[in-house]
């Protein structure tokens, strides 16, 4: 059976570094609250003019991911994005990427599954592969929060959290009786929380979408309960990480690094300390970038094979949890002879 390996990796930051001291001009916050509860230190946003959407970032993510992969964009046999924050309403950003590309029929999917929307999209490629329905699949993680967030006190919960940015993998299949590349995917959902975390307008379920009072209450920006979400998060990330673990055939102990989604550093400090894995283990990027949702693993997972804390032959456990709420884990193990930087 095929398996599907990485064959290269990208991410893209805009260039507007906002500081946890810039959000002070905007809300009342502050430096030492931002990093002692979340461990955030800065964000990168894109122009506060406007103008530079979600496919922008993923554009320059899958550049440099198709670059190292070594194929051209016409050798893409499918297109997924993971977003919560696609350019517009409709259609998707994977359509407006699969343009700027400069592809003319390629399909494109989009998968709106939040924090956890790499992991479906890893499980999904991996799907088609397995099925023969593609071979070369592009997979892009890529938000534009900073246009959706409350800037004043209101929103400062979540505000502060949150960052832009593209991370992108190039999958393909492989004809190999190796034990490589996708080795086990858990994909769960629970909807009965979809309002712990969610951005409610504009809704279909209003006429009209989106109202002056509901613009005025701030229903057009992301609502959360931290204090649940942080409850469950610390419960489901380990649960999952062993069932990965398990269905992968692979001990806690050949694991060379745990990726976790960057969602708060204490969650992933629990995560760390529950799962009884080394503190040196967990990768950890949420001090420069916030909370990128959909891009956060493709950009941790590229920064991690920069700084070659991983490279040919690492076995890596990724988790996360978000918004839907959803929870997910991959086991992946790099082939020997690939992915060196
Ligand atoms: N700056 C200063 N004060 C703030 C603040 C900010 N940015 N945000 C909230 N506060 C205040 C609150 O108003 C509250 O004040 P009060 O006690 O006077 O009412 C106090 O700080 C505590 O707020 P609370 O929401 O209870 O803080 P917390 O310890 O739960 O931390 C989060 C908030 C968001 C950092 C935390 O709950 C969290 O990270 N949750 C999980 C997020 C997550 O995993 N999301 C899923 C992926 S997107």
Not at 25 to 40: F, K, L, N, P, Y
Not at 41 to 62: H, M
Not at 72 to 98: K, M, N, R, V, W
Not at 157 to 185: H, N, P, Y
Request: net charge negative; hydrophobic share 40%.
């Amino acid at each position: 059976m095929k398996k599907t390996i990485i064959k290269g990796t990208g991410r893209y930051l805009p260039p507007r570094k906002v500081t946890n001291e810039d959000l002070t001009q905007w809300m009342d916050t502050s430096d030492e609250w931002i990093e002692q509860r979340t461990g955030i230190k800065q964000r990168y946003w894109v122009p506060e003019e406007g103008g530079v959407g979600t496919s922008d970032l993923a554009l320059e993510a899958s550049k440099i991911a198709l670059d190292r992969a070594g194929w051209t964009p016409e050798d893409i046999d499918l297109i997924i994005f993971a977003t919560l924050s696609p350019d517009i309403f409709f259609p998707g950003s994977g359509c407006l990427l699969q343009h700027k590309l400069g592809l003319e029929t390629t399909p494109a999917l989009d998968i709106r599954q939040q924090c956890t929307g790499f992991f479906y999209g890893m499980a999904t490629a991996d799907a088609y592969i397995k099925s023969g329905m593609a071979n070369r699949v592009l997979l892009v993680g890529a938000e534009v929060h900073s246009t959706g967030l409350d800037l004043s006190t209101r929103g400062r919960d979540v505000t502060v959290i949150f960052g832009d940015g593209a991370g992108a993998a190039c999958l393909e299949g492989v004809d190999t009786e190796k034990s490589i590349g996708i080795l086990s995917s858990c994909l769960h959902a629970a909807g009965k929380y979809a309002e712990a975390l969610m951005t409610e307008a504009p809704a279909s379920r209003v006429n009209p979408r989106l109202t002056v009072e509901m613009f005025e209450q701030g229903r057009h920006f992301a609502k959360m309960d931290g204090k649940n979400v942080f409850k469950l998060a610390v419960k489901r990330l380990p649960e999952v990480s062993h069932e990965a673990l398990d269905k992968a055939g692979v001990s806690l102990e050949e694991i060379d690094l745990v990726i976790p989604h960057q969602a708060n550093m204490r969650i992933n400090q629990f995560f760390q300390k529950t799962l009884g894995i080394a503190e040196e283990k967990m990768y950890h990027n949420i001090q420069w970038y916030g909370n990128t949702t959909a891009a956060t693993i493709p950009i941790a997972l590229d920064e991690a094979l920069e700084k070659k804390i991983i490279g040919p032959g690492s076995t890596v456990l990724f988790a996360g949890l978000g918004a839907g709420l959803t929870w997910a884990a991959t086991v992946y193990k790099f082939p020997e002879n690939s992915i060196s930087r």
